[in-house]
């Protein structure tokens, strides 16, 4: 079992930045996959970026170019530089760690309970 922290969100004005951090009980090094999902008022969860164990990221389009995901395994955080937000960023962000135990086992996903983010215009 890994736990999830998340912490960084709050409230801004449009244009402005914020960092997210989420914090694993577990080694994140061992993971698939490390990531980044929010759900905005009356919107179904989606993800924002994720970026696996060798480095690679993924971004969704509404967020490339401002957003930025980077994982230190040393202290088995990951972190969601956010700029230039924008009012439909607001959202509750949530951290995701993606897990294969073992070669012939299934993928189990674990998940933070989110932070809030508001983006004022």
């Known amino acids: 079992q890994v736990q999830l922290v998340e912490s960084g969100g709050g409230s801004v004005q449009a244009g402005g930045s914020l960092t997210l951090s989420c914090g694993a009980s577990?080694?994140?090094?061992?993971?698939?996959?490390m990531g980044w999902y929010r759900q905005g008022p009356g919107k179904a969860r989606e993800l924002v970026a994720a970026?696996?164990?060798?480095?690679?990221?993924n971004y969704a389009d509404s967020v490339k170019g401002r957003f930025t995901i980077s994982r230190n395994n040393a202290v088995n955080t990951v972190y969601l530089q956010m700029n230039s937000l924008k009012a439909e960023d607001t959202a509750v962000y949530y951290c995701?760690?993606?897990?294969?135990?073992?070669?012939?086992?299934?993928?189990?996903?674990?998940w933070g309970k989110g932070t809030p983010v508001t983006v004022s215009s």
């Open positions: 577990g080694s994140i090094a061992s993971s698939l996959m």
């Open positions: 970026i696996s164990s060798g480095g690679i990221t």
């Open positions: 995701n760690a993606r897990y294969r135990p073992n070669p012939w086992s299934s993928v189990v996903n674990f």
